[in-house]
């Protein structure tokens, strides 16, 4: 199936801001053939995204930020949310321009060769939201401390980890975001490719 299989009957903007929501009825096509019955959805914009999981192959460490996120507070979480550089695309704006930009805003840290991860849905249930993944050459010696830009309300502090410590934090249950997520097990499953194509 594929674009040509949904049918948008209404489309209405609720709100813009920081987001945008839409309220869509739409129907689409069933795996049977057939069409659907209407449903009404909200689904939320905020253009697409891009992250990167700085690592330095020769101590075998990684950058990770914590920052506040109002999503994990309102989820009833731990709202200080340990994660990998990420940022929203500006339009037209290449993901690797980006996170090299944010890698440098957040962390303070210079990445240098780029392998792509992958590219994944945030919440493809509500959100149209993707994000393209990336993994990063760095150096992390003299990295760490706190980051972000005053104007966008950022308070980041950037740390540097021995992979090995950050799987612990991983197994632990102490990295909840997704795409942090993502980035750690593709590190887990291409450890010893990546540091020999990076020698």
């Not at 903007?13 to 019955?37: A, I, M, N, Q, S």
Request: glycine letters at 10%; hydrophobic letters at 40%; one cysteine or more.
């Amino acid at each position: 199936m594929d674009a040509n299989d949904v049918e948008i009957l209404q489309r209405e903007r609720c709100y813009r801001g920081y987001v945008t929501v839409e309220r869509w009825e739409l129907r689409h096509r069933r795996f049977d053939g057939d069409w659907g019955k209407p449903v009404r959805r909200e689904v939320i914009d905020r253009g697409h995204a891009a992250a990167v999981l700085p690592y330095d192959p020769t101590r075998d460490e990684v950058v990770l930020i914590e920052q506040f996120r109002p999503g994990a507070f309102g989820a009833g979480m731990d709202p200080w949310v340990i994660e990998i550089v990420a940022g929203v695309l500006e339009p037209g704006e290449p993901p690797e321009t980006l996170v090299r930009r944010e890698a440098i805003e957040e962390a303070n840290c210079t990445v240098g060769a780029l392998i792509p991860i992958c590219k994944c849905l945030a919440s493809p249930g509500v959100l149209t939201e993707s994000v393209a993944i990336y993994c990063g050459h760095t150096d992390t010696r003299g990295l760490g401390g706190t980051h972000g830009l005053d104007h966008e309300g950022e308070d980041i502090r950037a740390f540097v980890l021995p992979f090995a410590d950050a799987m612990t934090l991983l197994g632990d249950g102490k990295i909840a975001n997704a795409i942090s997520i993502v980035a750690l097990q593709w590190l887990a499953l291409n450890r010893e490719r990546v540091r020999k194509a990076w020698s």
